[in-house]
Each structure stands twice: as C-alpha cells, then as structure tokens.
C-alpha cells in the first residue's frame, strides 16, 4: 500500500508540473521551462513517451535476461520473470507508440505515416505480440517455458537494432534525440528534474507491476496445482 500511494503522488506530481509549468523563450524564474524550437508546448509529451519507451526497453531486456537463466538453470521462476518482463514491456511498448502517434497528430498532422521509429517499434509489437501467441499455443509447461525463453532472446537481441540503429540509419521526422551527439542534454534544470522524475516515477511503477504479475503467476500456478491434487 506504501509503495502504490508513493508511485501514485509521485507521478501525479510529475503529470501536473510537466503540463503545467509554463514555457517560455528565455526562462528566468526557476518554474519556467524553455521552449524547444521547433516542438514549443508539444515539447511536454517527452516527459511521458520516453520514459515508456525507455521501460520497454528495460523490459525486453529483462526478459532476455531471464530468459538467458531458464535455460541454463531450467527453474520455472526464471520463466515467470521472463514471460512477466516481456508482457509489461509490452504494454509499455503500447504506450511509446500510443503517445508518439499523438505527438505525430499535432506536429505531422497524422496518427501514422510509417515513419522510420514509427515503423521500428510496430515491427516490435508485432514480435513480441507473436511471442505470447507462442505461449498461448505451447500446452507443455517446461516445453513452453523452453521456447518462449529461446524466443525472448532472439527477440532481446535485435530489439536494438529496431530501436536505436534502424531510426538512425534512415532520414526520420522525428525530433533530434534529448541527448546530442556531443552528450549535452537540451534540457534547462527544472526540465531535466522533471525529467527524471518522470523516469524513476515509472520505473517505480514497473518494478511494481512486474512483482504484482509475478505474484498472481505464481497464485495462479499453486491454485491449479493443488486443483489437480484434490481431483486425485
């Protein structure tokens, strides 16, 4: 209860001080954000798009991750960790391209246009939505588990390349990174505290997530089993 009344604060703080907190040219009271050329008040939308898609991000390769360790130790917690990891960043995948096809509506004056990032992470949708279809069709437990963790890996490995390389490689409309080429954030320091708020807020809420869906696996895991037990 603590840590949902801690996320819930903390994130409805970050909601009302990103889409609150004025923008201006040249800020000089320490509440004002400056105005990103080009993006002015649509600028806002990276206080919620990057931090889902950075957790999709981390998702997937947690997913990976556990995946890497099923195999190697075959322990059934290990695979509910992966499937658990890959199903949140999932929706969190959901989310980015939700909130990138919204920011895509005022700025292109289009939901969808098959930019090169809006590409990328739909081809990631569609491999990590066939990767619970996979789930879904396997009946064997550990033959399940198996491949699903063979699959997150694949999947892990070249989720890179549809989320940073492919976007670069190919001319985009999408804005210039936060973070250039020389590492300088283009962010004055009340927008990068809100920033990064944000990131640690929804992490936070991640981490909780994915602990809840592991919990519920696990419940629903020794309900059926003492279910077959009792029919025996």
């Not at 008040?41 to 990276?46: G, N, S, V």
């Not at 499937?83 to 995948?93: H, M, N, R």
């Not at 210039?176 to 505290?193: A, R, S």
Request: charged share 15%.
């Amino acid at each position: 209860m603590g840590l949902r009344l801690l996320l819930f604060l903390w994130l409805s703080l970050v909601a009302i001080l990103g889409l609150s907190l004025p923008m201006v040219p040249q800020p000089h009271l320490w509440y004002e954000l400056p105005i990103i050329p080009g993006l002015e008040e649509k600028a806002r939308i990276i206080f919620f798009h990057v931090p889902t898609a950075w957790l999709a991000v981390l998702a997937f390769v947690m997913a990976l991750f556990y995946g890497i360790k099923y195999l190697r130790k075959k322990d059934h917690l290990d695979d509910i960790r992966s499937s658990s990891a890959a199903g949140i960043g999932l929706l969190f995948c959901t989310l980015a391209t939700v909130t990138g096809a919204i920011w895509a509506k005022f700025s292109w004056g289009t939901w969808w246009n098959w930019d090169p990032r809006q590409t990328s992470i739909f081809v990631l949708l569609l491999i990590y939505g066939a990767y619970f279809a996979l789930r879904s069709a396997v009946e064997s437990e550990e033959k399940r588990a198996s491949l699903s963790a063979v699959y997150a890996i694949i999947a892990g490995v070249t989720m890179p390349f549809f989320m940073f390389v492919m976007p670069r490689i190919l001319s985009s409309l999408h804005p210039e990174p936060l973070i250039n080429v020389q590492g300088k954030v283009h962010m004055n320091t009340v927008m990068l505290v809100v920033f990064l708020s944000s990131l640690v807020g929804f992490t936070g809420l991640y981490y909780w997530m994915w602990s809840l869906h592991m919990r519920a696996q696990r419940l629903s895991l020794r309900l059926t089993a003492e279910g077959g037990q009792s029919r025996d």
